[in-house]
Nanobody, 127 residues
Framework: QVQLVESGGGLVQAGGSLRLSCVVSGLTFSDDVMGWFRQAPGKEREFVAAIRRSGGSIVYADSVKGRFTISRDNAKNTVYLQMNSLKPEDTAVYYC????????????????????WGKGTLVTVSA
């Protein structure tokens, strides 16, 4: 009975920034892993970033390291993805995801043990 609702997507010029938000309602857990995946046009869904409820164990895909920052505000039941220095290749639908209780970050990165997905928010980066 968990719902994830993304927002913040839109059209941005290359080099610009966007901040995605994922508001979580329903049950939460002390050690859950949450994060973001994305799916570009004609491509498979790929991992972007993950974070534990504590704010630790942060993992990024190599393609976004140094440009994207994932964070959580548990009091607001919200996960964020700050995206800076955006590139056209970042264009994709971005999905928020929640992993099952106690799963390892590595499992989440690999797409294992994900119990809930948001419907996605579209990010388009123009040249």
């Amino acid at each position: 009975q968990v719902q994830l609702v993304e927002s913040g997507g839109g059209l941005v010029q290359a080099g610009g920034s966007l901040r995605l938000s994922c508001v979580v309602s329903g049950l939460t857990f002390s050690d859950d892993v949450m994060g973001w995946f994305r799916q570009a046009p004609g491509k498979e869904r790929e991992f972007v970033a993950a974070i534990r409820r504590s704010g630790g164990s942060i993992v990024y895909a190599d393609s976004v390291k140094g440009r994207f920052t994932i964070s959580r505000d548990n009091a607001k039941n919200t996960v964020y993805l700050q995206m800076n220095s955006l590139k056209p290749e970042d264009t994709a639908v971005y999905y928020c995801a929640r992993g099952g209780l106690g799963i390892a970050s590595s499992q989440f990165v690999g797409g294992s043990g994900i119990n809930y997905w948001g419907k996605g928010t579209l990010v388009t980066v123009s040249a």
